[in-house]
Nanobody
Framework: QVQLVESGGGLVQPGGALNLSCSASGNIFSIYAMGWYRQAPGKQRDLVASITYQHKTNYADSVKGRFTISRDHAKKAVYLQMNTLKPDDTAIYYC????????????????WGQGTQVTVSS
């Protein structure tokens, strides 16, 4: 059973910073890509940033230059450093693991975390 657990959300003032963490657990052999998505009330879930096993990154235009994604293969973890936060960044942030292969498994699957709330407000 693969699980993703996020941490690091909270309330921050505009211009502030937060660092989100997500760790994957379970009988995991490899993970192709990990990423962060967010969903604001009444809106669809959108990609924020993603990073492949080879550390190729992709960012939403709205966060380029402010957010930085990184991952630690040994810890099966992904991080999102968020700087210069804006009220529009307020959302539930979800961790995603794409192309997860378990030990002895023949197929890959995608998994989601439960989400962590980020609120940017004065």
């Amino acid at each position: 059973q693969v699980q993703l657990v996020e941490s690091g959300g909270g309330l921050v003032q505009p211009g502030g910073a937060l660092n989100l963490s997500c760790s994957a657990s379970g009988n995991i052999f490899s993970i192709y890509a990990m990423g962060w998505y967010r969903q604001a009330p009444g809106k669809q879930r959108d990609l924020v940033a993603s990073i492949t096993y080879q550390h190729k990154t992709n960012y939403a235009d709205s966060v380029k230059g402010r957010f930085t994604i990184s991952r630690d293969h040994a810890k099966k973890a992904v991080y999102l450093q968020m700087n210069t936060l804006k009220p529009d960044d307020t959302a539930i942030y979800y961790c995603n693991a794409e192309g997860v292969m378990t030990v002895g498994g023949g197929e890959t699957h995608d998994y989601w975390g439960q989400g962590t709330q980020v609120t940017v407000s004065s």
